[in-house]
């Protein structure tokens, strides 16, 4: 049933919406085909982000794939979690890991342990458009416990523009979305899984 | 289904224009296949995309005009919508005037609106006068008068660029006085568009055969006074040719048709200089081998209106 109202929403509504409406190109959106299982990560300075990246996901497994997003800024109130949860298909989680309980990063592993694909923002929020600010450690720690798992790198270009942060009109733009191939890493220290993504990412950028 | 076909009514006329342009295209694309072959190199490349762009965008055009009107309405207001989303994606706007964007698309579906419903002064002053009033206005109300001017004078005509001109193709469809005593709308808009589209690739066959002396080497290196001069002429006699298709006798016919070879002319160059300002080559790169919509559509832009009013003055007064 989730998956029936997702393929509607995403596959159907939203991937024509924004390729006819608003002009938004997919590139090398093949990449994702034929992956059971991986984590996209994205640049982030809209809320179309999302809706953009899930549209490009092949409806065969779209219900497997879960945005990632912030429980105090979404998780307001019992209607937004029941929309966050059934019409985003996301994961709430908590920004700070100070509740052992209710750690963020467990609640991520957790969902890789059963086989569901991550969209993820290693920004933390929506950035200021055209800045890249320096990645959270939760991404690192992530693939620290599952070293096998792909990540992707997507680039949004130019998505704010129909949408930015703190507006409720959503306009036509000519704007792109790029997928990369899975990022090899060269080792799975800290340090470096987190300046591969970024580079990774960067490189899309051009 | 039946309602969509139900009003074709494919005239003696219109069915040999069809029948033209598939014959032109095999044709096309027969030379540059075997011409590749013969000695392959960049330019038949470039040529054979930009044949097959042709000929998505032929069959896109043949169906939109042949069936249904209504549909034909739709699909030209969606070529003012993707030409002015070209606009808009190129220009750095201010963040505010974003909310002033949405009333800009929203003058599409009015202008079309008008246009079906053939009221022939309101379609006429609807933007040149009142968009030229609400826009500015619309523009002061968000408050910011930095760059304000900047914004005053591209948004208005960024739409006489890419609506009006172009509505005026809808505009012919089934405008009274366009469709009776043996008129018909849908000939003139092929008409219209033919010529049009044959004078691009007249000016460009001419300027790449035998191109020397250059009009505007700052603005667009491409355009020659050969290409420009052989362009008209041969439009000039391909119009003279296609007036089967006109209620026009002959020198009105290659009057008409020379004229509007120099407002295509005028239509491609001001776009060029648009483009050269903005710093690109194409406006994007919706269409294979001839960049974006608009790169496609700007000849178009500025022949229409020309066309209709000649027309219909040369309609009354006869």
Known sequence: MKKIILVIIYSFFWRNFLKIFIGLKYINRKTL?????????????????????????????????????????????????ILMRYLVNATLIKRDRNDTENDPIDAMDKMIKKYRSLILYPEGSRGSPGIMTNFKKGLAYLI????????????????????????????????????GEPIQFRSFELDDILSDSEIALKKLMK | MNKIFNSIDLTYEIQWVIAIILMILVFATLLFWIWSLIKPSRLVDEMQTRTRSW????????????????ITYFALGFLSFITLREIYSLLSLREMDRSVLFFCYLSIPIQYFLAFQGYYTLFLIFIPVFMFIIIPFLLVLTGETKDIIR????????????????????????????????????????????????????????GKIFGKHKILPKVSPNKTWEGFIGGVISTGIIGYFMGFLTPLNSWQLILLSSTIAIFGFMGDTIMSAVKRDFGVKDMSNAIPGHGGVLDRVDSLSTTASPFFHMIYFIIITS
């Open chain 1, 144 to 179: 620290q416990r599952n070293p096998n798992i792909k990540v992707i790198p997507v680039y949004l270009n130019n998505i704010y523009k129909t949408l930015p942060k703190g507006r409720k009109l959503i306009i036509p733009y000519n704007c792109s979305i790029e997928f």
């Open chain 2, 151 to 206: 914004s005053m004078c591209i948004l208005p005509t960024s739409l006489m660029l890419g609506v009006f001109g172009i509505s005026h193709l809808a505009l012919l469809i089934n405008f009274p006085e366009m469709n009776s005593n043996g008129v018909s709308g849908k000939a003139l808009l092929l008409f219209l568009i033919f010529i049009t589209e044959a004078n691009d690739i007249m000016q460009f066959v001419w």
């Open chain 2, 55 to 70: 000929w998505v965008m032929c069959f896109i055009f043949v169906f939109a005009s042949i069936v249904n009107p209504i």
């Open chain 1, 33 to 81: 085909k034929n992956k059971k299982q991986f984590i996209l990560i994205a640049n982030h300075n809209s809320h179309m982000d999302t809706m953009a990246i899930m549209s490009a996901i092949p409806s065969r497994y779209i219900h497997k794939v879960h945005p990632i997003a912030a429980v105090d800024f979404f998780g307001g109130s019992l209607l937004n979690k």
